[in-house]
């Protein structure tokens, strides 16, 4: 089983960039397909990106593609989610996932996660 530990959240100003980064551990944790999502209050929790365990494949949703980049390094059983011109609707709890497969987008595909990290974007 993996364990996954998100961090790197925060408060930003509009504009600005941020990273986040989800530490994996656990048997075979680098084999994972590993994906963000976010939820924002009172909203349900919606897809940010995916990436598979060889990073060959990777999704974005639209609201965030070109501003966000996902990445692994399975050396060090992490990933990250590095995001830039952050704007007022990106604020969420951002959360890490882990499936075994390919990638998929759903939140009901992923069977472990992190415990998220609160982003916050003031305008």
């Known amino acids: 089983q993996v364990q996954l530990v998100e961090s790197g959240g925060g408060l930003v100003q509009a504009g600005d960039s941020l990273r986040l980064s989800c530490a994996a551990s656990?048997?075979?944790?680098?084999?994972?397909?590993m994906g963000w999502f976010r939820q924002a209050p009172g909203m349900t929790r919606e897809f940010v990106a995916a990436i598979s365990w060889s990073g060959d494949s990777i999704y974005y949703a639209a609201s965030v593609k070109g501003r966000f980049t996902i990445s692994r390094d399975n050396a060090e059983r992490e990933v990250y989610l590095q995001m830039n011109s952050l704007k007022p609707e990106d604020t969420a709890v951002y959360y890490c996932a882990a499936r075994q497969g390919i990638v998929r987008t759903a939140p009901y595909e992923y069977n472990t996660w992190g415990q998220g990290t609160q982003v916050t974007v003031s305008s």
């Open positions: 656990g048997r075979a944790a680098s084999r994972y397909t």
